[in-house]
């Protein structure tokens, strides 16, 4: 990948990770306009950055790091603004026909992100440590703590039925 150049990058990196990317977005800030505008975002900042990528794993990594960035951007946006993230997201009508993409959608940001990433996205812990800057034991917790509360939604929501 060293060869290509500015453009070559770009185009490689919309063809093959632009769905990936707004699904990393859509699971960060919930909202489908702000996941769209994270990932433009992260576009924008590849095309101005001039890095060099030894590899396109690298490439990868480096736009999921910088996607989640920008989501994390919005969210204090929104918090700095007086409203709540509740009021400021909302889950997309696409996920509200899917009972456990619905319930992983109302998990804390940092465990739906981190289910997210090792369960659809196929990433280790320590992967998703070195994107979101924290250590891998910290992503295993977010993914246990994650998993707990989502059997637990999922043992309410299924009591709720039965009665």
């Known amino acids: 990948m ?18 990936t990317l707004y699904r990393i977005a859509l ?8 996941a769209e505008d994270a990932v433009q975002d992260t ?8 890095k060099t990528f030894t590899s396109e794993d690298h490439l990868k990594a480096w ?16 918090e700095s603004k007086n409203r709540s ?3 400021a997201i909302s889950i997309p009508a696409a996920a509200q026909d899917n009972e456990i993409l619905n ?23 320590a992967e998703i440590g070195d994107m979101q800057d924290v250590s891998p034991n910290t992503v295993l917790t977010w993914l246990s703590r994650g998993r707990a509360r989502l059997r637990e939604l999922l043992k309410e929501d299924m009591e709720h039925e039965l009665v």
């Open 43 to 50: 576009y924008e900042r590849l095309l101005h950055c001039g």
């Open 103 to 125: 319930t992983v959608m109302s998990l804390p940001k940092n465990y739906r992100i981190a289910i997210y990433l090792h369960y659809y996205e196929g990433y280790t812990a």
């Open 27 to 34: 699971h960060a800030v919930s909202r489908p306009e702000d």
């Open 63 to 78: 736009l999921i790091r910088v996607v989640i960035n920008r989501c994390h951007d919005l969210c204090r946006l929104a």
């Open 2 to 19: 060293n060869t290509l150049a500015t453009t070559d990058v770009f185009r490689l990196a919309v063809e093959r990770y632009a769905d």
């Open 85 to 87: 993230l509740d009021e």
